[in-house]
């Protein structure tokens, strides 16, 4: 079993940057593919960024392209998710997601095939 926890959340106005942490419980968590995922109020669950678990592979959807980064200190059990450019469109709870994968150069997009998943941190921007 693994644990996410998620921080970095806040209340920002349109243009400023956040960045948001996820610290899973275990160590094994570097052999995991992970990713951060998004909700808005009134609309469904959708993907953000992707990691593999070795670092070296990443995907973004479009919305965020050249404004969010994704990276992962394995060290430290923790991945990141760096905002920048924010826009009131990007309100929204972010969480975290894991899962574990033999293939450590592949990311997974997709919500349905990560096993673990953090509560969510809430990401404001104001206009």
């Known amino acids: 079993q693994v644990q996410l926890v998620e921080s970095g959340g806040g209340l920002v106005q349109a243009g400023d940057s956040l960045t948001l942490s996820c610290t899973a419980s275990r160590r094994a968590v570097r052999y995991y593919a992970m990713a951060w995922f998004r909700q808005a109020p009134g609309k469904e669950r959708e993907p953000v960024a992707a990691?593999?678990?070795?670092?070296?592979?990443?995907d973004y959807v479009n919305p965020v392209k050249g404004r969010f980064t994704i990276s992962r200190d394995s060290a430290k059990n923790t991945v990141y998710l760096q905002m920048k450019s924010l826009k009131p469109e990007d309100t929204a709870v972010y969480y975290c997601?894991?899962?574990?994968?033999?293939?450590?150069?592949?990311?997974?997009?997709?919500?349905?095939?990560?096993?673990?998943w953090g509560q969510g941190t809430q990401v404001t921007v104001s206009s």
């Open positions: 997601a894991a899962r574990d994968t033999y293939y450590s150069d592949i990311t997974y997009i997709i919500g349905g095939l990560y096993e673990y």
């Open positions: 990691i593999s678990s070795n670092g070296g592979g990443t």
